[in-house]
């Protein structure tokens, strides 16, 4: 039953008069002895609340972890094999997808070999020749095998590329045997560190030389700009280098990869992506650009 503003509440009531009717007693006794002034009672007893406070409320703050968690569950998802490594290096973030996947590089290592080449010049120390700089532009710009060759032979072939990748902290890659660069195998993680490489300045490569080989990633030919930089916007400072491969140990199934840097809406990001076994170059070029935006969005999504 509602109580009106002033009145006390019947058990209230009840209990004072129990009170009363045990000291009136004692009152009557005690006549001819003066009493103190009674010690007002306490409007609302401790003994007469019967509501205990409610618990403070937590509230679990979101782990920096779920996004990796949803993103994980969404590409498991998608149909073929793959593998992603991307680092946003405005936030700190990274994240990585099916880590064990080795692949032939195709025309990526085309990066490494220039790289290679470079450290081997400040090295000696010296300057890129005329021939260099064109093989060099020519290898990355439109991916011309001939000149990737030739500048294979000028690093000295597969122990040349391992001595450089050991020098970019590299782990997982190894280099093709003989004259077949195209086969070297690699590591979606492993291309990032390539790329960290080419952004550090703690890297081995001097600022000259890492402007150097982002400003030819920078300028791929336009039917070959597909990939990575799918993550972006249009009209974003994307460098990038794309391999593609039918493979005759897989049936002539492609492997098709992807690597490179993304300057987009405040972040950029190190991305690679490697796949293998499409049905077609299409089928490889489409599946690399959808986990490009899924990654990149995710990491943007979690930075703000």
Known sequence: MPVKPGAQPER?????GSVVAAVAP????????????????????????TTAAPAP????????????????????DLPGRFA??????????????????????ASIVKVDIVM??????QRQPRGLSAWERR?????IKVSDNSAASALWSAIGGASGLAAANKKFGLRDTRPGP????????????????????????????????????????????AEQAWGVSASGREGADVALKNGWLPRPRHGGLW??????????????????????????MGAGVKMVERVSRLVTKALSRAAS
């Open 12 to 16: 209230w009531r009840t209990t004072m």
């Open 84 to 105: 992603v490594t991307a680092h946003d290096l405005s936030t700190g973030r990274s994240y990585s997808y099916n880590r064990g996947l080795r692949t032939a590089t």
């Open 255 to 280: 492997t098709v990869n992807s690597i490179g840097r993304v300057r987009d809406r405040g972040h950029t990001y190190l991305i690679a992506v490697i796949s293998e076994r499409h049905g077609s």
């Open 57 to 76: 409320v937590t509230v679990k703050k979101p782990k920096r972890s779920s996004y990796k968690k949803a993103l994980t569950r969404a590409l498991k």
């Open 135 to 139: 093989a060099a532009a020519r290898a």
């Open 116 to 121: 290679a080449l470079l450290l081997r010049a």
């Open 178 to 221: 003989g004259g077949a660069w195209g086969a070297t195998t690699t590591s979606a993680a492993d291309q990032v560190r390539l790329l960290t490489a080419l952004t550090s300045p703690k890297s081995p490569l001097s600022a000259k030389n890492r402007r150097y080989v982002l400003g030819l990633m920078a300028d791929v030919a």
């Open 26 to 49: 004692l009152i009557v006794l005690t006549s001819s002895v003066p009493m103190p002034d009674p010690v007002p009672l306490n409007p609302v007893p401790v003994a007469m609340t």
